[in-house]
Each structure stands twice: as structure tokens, then as C-alpha cells.
């Protein structure tokens, strides 16, 4: 047990991390996320042959595998182009509203009565990210597009639940990131229209970030995140998950001293946010001790 809260808290760091080395990459969102795919997606086929893993799939189960993966494509465009036009402690902060977001939206999804005392940790929330909002209304476009990739975020893991049963965890993976780059290729000369870049290729230390950001942060998270799930509770997990923004913020602060431009009611809003999603988990597990 002790052993796989330590791998789990290892993979939740290293998720933290994301932004901060999104911020590190010179690359604008659209060819970040194109080059972090890539070196995935290539990395795994490799990984996954070498170790006799590739299962194959019909093309039907590959396109709806794949769509997923684009979904993803689209909340880390989303991500990285919030902290582009804002900074990592107000992406992060916009992506902790993701998992009350997802106790709303679920129930739509699979058919389940509307639980208000969520409804009002939503509300709670949401009037966290009012005030980070109304004290920083120079990064206002960065918040919106932070709260965008929270909604994504949240389709991508409804959309998980959905076939998580039918396939190995590493050939949804495998697919997924697979079909994400894919997607993105067909979509990046449509975005490269709409936003144009003067640099494609990665510059200098832009390989070591991209490197870590895919092998460390996507791929080894991948493997300490399933071996934890075989050891720990789902009530265990989710609690865990909620410290990925705290992480990041942390590391933001440290390495960028983002706290320097953030207003001082950036904590209070903050810390509603993060109170908010701390209820629920507790009311999670009261529900499966009833």
C-alpha cells in the first residue's frame, strides 16, 4: 500500500509538472502539443512491439478510440494555450474545477439523478474562480480558455468510462495518443492559419522539455498510475488527484515567482476552489461507506 501511494503521488507530481514545462517550451500550444504527441505516440508503438503488447483493433473500434484521443488533443491545446495567455497557476486553478464539473455533467451522460449538494460545491467553486477572475482581469482570456480545457478534460474521462471495459489499459493508450496525433495533423495546417507561428521545430532545450514532458509526465505516469490503481481505493485516487494544481502552483511559484503578478484574493479563490473538491471526495466516501 505504502509503496503504491508513493507511485501515485510520483505520477501526480510529474502531471503537476506539465505546466511548468509547457511554460519552459518556446513552442506556441499548437506545436507543443503536436510535438508531445508525437514523441508519445512513437515512443509507445516502440515500447508496446518490443514488448509483444500492440493488440490489434477493428478500424470502427480505432475511430471511436481515436476520437477520444483527439478530444484529449484538444484539452491539452487548450491547457497550453491557457498558460500561454495567462500563466501555469491560473491554467492549473481552472483545471481544478474539472472534477465538479464532472459530478454535473455525468449524470446527463449516464442517466443518474443530479446530486444539489454537488450542484452547490459547484456553485462554491464557481464563485471561487469569480473572484480569481474579477482580481486578474488581465489574464481573463487565459481563464476562459482554462476553463475550456477543464469542460474536455471532462468529456475525455466520461468518454473513458464508457469503453474503459472493453480494451486493455494499453491499447486504449496506445490508440488514443495514437489517434490524437493523427487528428491534430489533419487539424494543425487549419490552426496554423487561424494562429501562425514563426517556429516549428523544437529550439535548443525545447527536445529535453519535450523528452521529459512525454516519457516523464505522459508515458511513466501512465505505468505508476496503473500499477497504484491495482493497490489503492477509487476514493484514495481521486483525493490524490486533487493535489495535482496545488503541485503545480507550488513549482510555479518556486521556478517563475508567479506569485509576484498573482492578486492577493488569487488565494482566497483559490482555496474555495480547492475546499470545493475536498467536500465532494468526502461525500464520495461517506456514499460508499453508507
Same mark, same amino acid.
Given at each position: ?93 481552472? #483545471?481544478?474545477?474539472?472534477? #465538479? ?82 487528428? #491534430? ?106
Amino acid at each position: 500500500m505504502k509503496s503504491a501511494l508513493i507511485r501515485l503521488h510520483v505520477a501526480v507530481f510529474l502531471w503537476g509538472f506539465t505546466g511548468v514545462l509547457g511554460r519552459a517550451i518556446s513552442l506556441n500550444e499548437g506545436w507543443l502539443v503536436w510535438w508531445r504527441m508525437c514523441i508519445t505516440a512513437v515512443t509507445l508503438w516502440v515500447l508496446f512491439a518490443l514488448q509483444g503488447k500492440i493488440h490489434r483493433i477493428s478500424f470502427k473500434d480505432f475511430l471511436k478510440i481515436a476520437s477520444i484521443g483527439f478530444t484529449l488533443a484538444i484539452h491539452w491545446l487548450l491547457f497550453y494555450g491557457s498558460i500561454k495567455y495567462s500563466n501555469v497557476s491560473i491554467a492549473l486553478t481552472c #483545471l481544478a474545477t474539472s472534477g #465538479l464539473l464532472s459530478a454535473l455533467i455525468e449524470p446527463i451522460f449516464f442517466k443518474k439523478r443530479i446530486n444539489f449538494f454537488e450542484v452547490l460545491l459547484g456553485l462554491f467553486a464557481l464563485a471561487g474562480i469569480g473572484i480569481i477572475y474579477f482580481s486578474n482581469l488581465h489574464f481573463s482570456i487565459g481563464i476562459y480558455i482554462g476553463l475550456l480545457s477543464a469542460l474536455f478534460t471532462v468529456v475525455v474521462s466520461i468518454l473513458n468510462k464508457k469503453i474503459v471495459k472493453g480494451y486493455m489499459p494499453q491499447t486504449i493508450t496506445l490508440y488514443q495518443l495514437t489517434g490524437g496525433f493523427l487528428g #491534430l495533423s489533419l487539424l494543425m495546417p487549419l490552426y496554423e492559419w487561424l494562429f501562425p507561428s514563426a517556429v516549428h521545430m523544437p529550439q535548443h532545450t525545447d527536445w529535453l522539455w519535450l523528452i521529459i514532458l512525454s516519457w516523464c509526465c505522459t508515458i511513466l505516469t501512465f505505468f505508476l498510475y496503473i500499477r497504484a490503481l491495482q493497490k489503492i481505493s477509487a476514493f484514495t485516487m481521486n483525493l490524490t488527484l486533487t493535489l495535482e494544481p496545488v503541485y503545480g502552483v507550488i513549482l510555479a511559484f518556486i521556478l517563475y515567482h508567479e506569485n509576484e503578478v498573482l492578486s492577493k484574493y488569487f488565494y482566497i479563490g483559490f482555496l474555495l476552489i480547492l475546499s470545493a473538491v475536498v467536500l465532494q471526495m468526502i461525500t464520495l466516501m461517506r456514499k460508499r461507506e453508507a
